[in-house]
């Protein structure tokens, strides 16, 4: 049973430029958040989707939007990088979007923006 | 607005018990949540508990919820070198219906033999 997958593992970009995250939800679940780590930082809640709509969102700028899928897999596009938007950013999927619903994290993409 | 704070590390016999606390702001948290992070990887759920609990065991692991200060704790009993990692506390706010989690800084546990 794969866990939460995302891809790619690293990545470089320059400033002002767009980048696309992506994520595969555990077996059998069906709703997909997105976090950024900072370096030395606690997670920050970026968006979360469920059935194909962003049903929250954390205190991030426009320039973060995402998608999910019909088989529940998901993006995260950044536009208009900035220096500060380097990070781990970190997937979770869970059964509903519920607070008692149990998270299961992939294990990040580290972005740098040079 | 919501705060989650953490101390930054904690150092730790093999063998002795870890203790690591965690305090919040928001009154209105409804589950609170205790996860691990190993070097290069992404979080795991350690445990959680529901606000309207006083403790919750699971194996080694305690976890104490004082609602009244607001303070959260997690007890490792019998800690292990495979224990070292970083711990985030993690608090779940109800707004509008909605569920949105905030982390602490983590407390990062060190186990010397």
């Known amino acids: 049973d794969a866990g939460v997958t995302q891809s790619p593992t690293h990545l470089i970009k320059t400033r002002g430029q767009q980048v696309t995250l992506r994520c595969s939800p555990k077996?059998?679940?069906?709703?997909v958040s997105w976090y950024q780590q900072a370096l030395g930082q606690g997670p920050q809640f970026i968006f979360q989707?469920?059935?194909?709509?962003?049903?929250q969102r954390g205190n991030f700028p426009d320039r973060f939007s995402g998608h999910q899928f019909p088989n529940y897999s998901s993006e995260l596009n950044v536009n208009a990088l900035l220096l500060g938007d380097s990070a781990l950013y970190l997937c979770?999927?869970?059964?509903?979007?519920?607070?008692?619903?149990?998270?299961?994290f992939g294990p990040g993409t580290r972005l740098t923006v040079t | 607005g919501e705060d989650v704070e953490q101390s930054l590390f904690l150092s730790v016999r093999e063998g002795d018990s870890s203790v690591i606390n965690c305090t919040y702001t928001?009154?209105?948290?409804?589950?609170l949540y205790w996860y691990k992070q190993e070097p290069g990887a992404g979080l795991q759920l350690l445990t959680y508990?529901?606000?309207?609990?006083d403790m919750k065991q699971d194996q080694r692991l305690t976890v104490l919820l004082n609602k009244k200060d607001k303070h959260l704790s997690l007890r490792i009993a019998d800690t292990q070198t495979g224990d070292s990692a970083i711990y985030f506390c993690?608090?779940?706010?109800?707004?509008?219906?909605?569920?949105?989690?905030?982390f602490g800084r983590g407390t990062s546990l060190i186990v010397h033999p």
């Open positions: 989707y469920y059935e194909e709509e962003e049903r």
């Open positions: 993690a608090e779940t706010q109800v707004s509008g219906g909605s569920y949105i989690p905030t």
């Open positions: 077996s059998g679940h069906d709703t």
């Open positions: 979770a999927s869970s059964l509903g979007w519920a607070g008692q619903a149990e998270q299961y």
């Open positions: 508990i529901f606000s309207n609990m």
């Open positions: 928001d009154s209105s948290s409804t589950y």
